[in-house]
């Protein structure tokens, strides 16, 4: 459940205890974490031979239109190593004796071991600080609105027991689904046989997806972008029923397909919070061009 306060900013921060850890597919944009006092730990994303580094001014848009220029390319991310961690940890604790870490899906990311290893070794050398590291066990724009909720509560006075109770309530509420219009890679993040793959792509079948603890899932095989869109809002109409929601909008180099699907959400739901963001290219370079998801969570 989203966490909701009256209190003001100046008791707030003045109440705040635990220091915040994220790594970047958390999708933060620079100003909620500037904010939030968030330390970030950088993916490295990688074309062929060139390698980026995952910084906020990063254009993902270029990045997927380079991929989908060269299909040949080799495209993917690589999690943050243990020295990362480590220096994203200690800028952290600054101020704090105590440290949440969270992580995209440990399933999916070695950056949840690479922040358990640097989470070690600074317990190591700062015993005095309690350090914790937390799989979400999601992705991308629940990540986005998880870390929200996170934040949220350090900034009530949680100690850090009470900052992993809010995680794992907020966890319960959280879903992703997504339809995806390019299937060239779906078979590295969706757990669907290649001769399926091949005959979705002959009848130019577009597939609806559903994100559940650490794997993808194929949930509907609609024969057009537009029928898997009235999949997508069936599922959530099913989850969220009357109940007012938050909405994350994610896409691969889409964005008026998101927009659109912001208004529509805006124009069935009763919307609490909307962002549109691009796919993170840890799932963003699989998905493909013109992938649209959906993040929600019912409050």
Known sequence: MALQTDASESMIASARRVGIAVDSCALLSPEFVSINAIA????????????????P????????RRVASNPN??????APKPDQWYDTINQAASGFDAVLCLTVAAGLSASYDSARVAAQRFKTENPSVDV????SETISGALKLLSMDIARAAELGFDIDGVISAIQ??????RTIATLDNLDRMHLIANTPHFIINTARILNIKPVVTFTTDEFQLVAKPVSFGAGRRRMFQAMRSDIGENPARFVVLHVDAEDRAQSAADELRAKFECQFMNISDFHPFIGFYAGPGAIGIAWQKL
């Open 40 to 55: 970030v730990a950088q993916m490295r994303l990688n074309i062929g031979e060139k390698e980026f580094s995952d910084s």
């Open 57 to 64: 001014d990063l254009d993902y848009a270029e990045l997927y």
């Open 132 to 135: 914790r590291v937390v799989d």
């Open 73 to 78: 390319n080799r495209a993917w991310a690589s």
């Open 169 to 174: 309530e907020s966890k319960s509420t959280l």
